[in-house]
């Protein structure tokens, strides 16, 4: 099959694409949008090889660069449980990515396939794959290379040049097919609809009028099928930034958690009102409330740390309504080192809830959630979901069916839950359905607790690969020197902590400082700059 996909025109587009060494990074392959063809042809081979491997069960591959300026364009693999593809396969990702022309890419395609054990020679290879793709214009021509490789692999492609969806929903519907039920989009939503009317009907709204900012991307697109039982419940819903504009420039969520200011074709937000913003591909989401259209820094946010608050405080009180007949719950919070010290001391002091750190990049928080019963896990940038195990769904079923309200309620809750990774739709709904069920709503929300001042800094350096990590990044073990700078810097300022690590996305160290006032933190920040550089 090889030499017949090698005629292929993508594949011959491969051999014009510059040879800068790839790495797949914290979330696939990304660059410019036009030197991505013979990528998106060698990752479709692989989504397929990975299909065969896993004998037959469905792979997924979507075509977006997240949050990232509209002329780049990227390429992630989704497994067959529906979560990031595999690590131990992110190396041969690189391999066949990095390979410098025909020859070398068979070798490398021949060095997987014997250390993988699959066997494409035989007669059964049955693979299908997932295609998605978000609303670059770059997005077409990769997904078309993308189907010539998967097709060259020998296994059957659903999708097309026109399959445009959220990137969690590609990831729903890998999951969803393997699991043998409903999977199209159509059960996507039929899913939250169901679910979130159950949960939002009934209750007071707590929000009067609800402003989504849709960074120009496909969740534009997708949303309106999710919001009958939003409107139904009393909430206005107006949708900005819906296509007209570029995507992701002065708009989405990226851009809001980064500034702390409005999206633009947003005003001022009052009592009452709320304002939510996706990234590029709908897997992202923060809120926020007030704001002022002079881009004053008055902007009140609601990252990904008050989502896991607001979450994880629900749940710990629908776990305490099950009572102790139902039994022990493992009950796990998961965050980054990014996560504001202000949230982690709520879960930790103010909930008595367990927290985990990890890594930076959802497929680091998701492994970590599985350890659990019941998980909440989210980025500070908005990225995150919650997982129930299937042990504990179980038991909520068992429970429901011998009368518990609570495990009713946390069976609606998980039938809005995205499991297969963070979901801006889903986590708009979840967030909604959960301000209507608790006291105090919105203000209630926003007050969780205070922001630690914190600053973060990006310092280009020769080599950002010198800098090794351990402890969920929180330290440096290489270079030694630098982190003993980094201590003495930290004992100087109050309420301080700060670390620094190489960035999984771009060529750069990042630096993250908090303290007791912003200066404090502004201060320690250019201070270990200054270190780095
Ligand atoms: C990717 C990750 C995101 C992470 C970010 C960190 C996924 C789907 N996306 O966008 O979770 O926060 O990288 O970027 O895992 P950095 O390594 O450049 O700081
Ligand atoms: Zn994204």
Sequence with gaps: FFREAMASPAAAETERESRRRLSYGTA?????GSKLIGVAFRCGMLAAVRSIALQGRATGLVVTASHNPV????????????????????????????????????????????????????GERAGTVLLALDTRPTGPRLVSAAMAGIRAAGAAVVGSEDTLRTTPQLHWQVLATN???????????????????????????AVSSLVVDC?????????PSVLPAVTA??????LANTGGGTLNSLCGADFVQKERRLPMCVGALAGGQLGASFDGDADRIVFFVGGSESGGSDLDLLDGDKILCLLAGHLKRC????????GPVAFGCIQTAYANGSSTRYLEQGLGLEVVKTKTGVKHLHAAALAFDLSVYFEANGHGTMLFSPDFLRRLREAKGSGSEWAGHLLEISNVVNPAIGDALSVLLLVLAVLSHEAGGLDTWRGLYADAPS????????????IKTTNAEQRMTQPAALQAKVDDLVAGAELARAFVRPSGTEDVVRIYAEARTQEQADQLA?????EVA
């Design 28 to 32: 696939g392959f990304r660059r410019k």
């Design 71 to 122: 002329e780049d364009n990227g390429v992630k693999l989704v497994d067959g449980d529906g979560g990031m593809l595999h690590m131990s396969w992110e190396k041969h990702a690189e391999a066949i990515v990095s390979a410098q022309n025909a020859v070398d890419l068979e070798q490398a395609l021949l060095r997987i396939l014997a250390k993988e054990e699959v066997n494409l020679m035989g």
């Design 179 to 205: 699991a043998g039920g409903p999977c199209e989009e159509k059960d996507y939503y039929d899913k939250l609809n169901r679910a979130c009317s159950s949960l939002l009907l009934g209750q007071d709204a």
């Design 215 to 223: 960074a120009n991307g496909v969740g534009a697109l997708k949303l």
């Design 233 to 238: 419940s009393g909430t206005a819903v107006t």
């Design 319 to 326: 776990v305490e309504g099950l009572g102790g007949s139902f």
């Design 455 to 466: 600053r973060m800094l990006k310092c280009v350096v020769p080599d950002r690969s010198a």
């Design 526 to 530: 250019t201070s270990i700059e200054r």
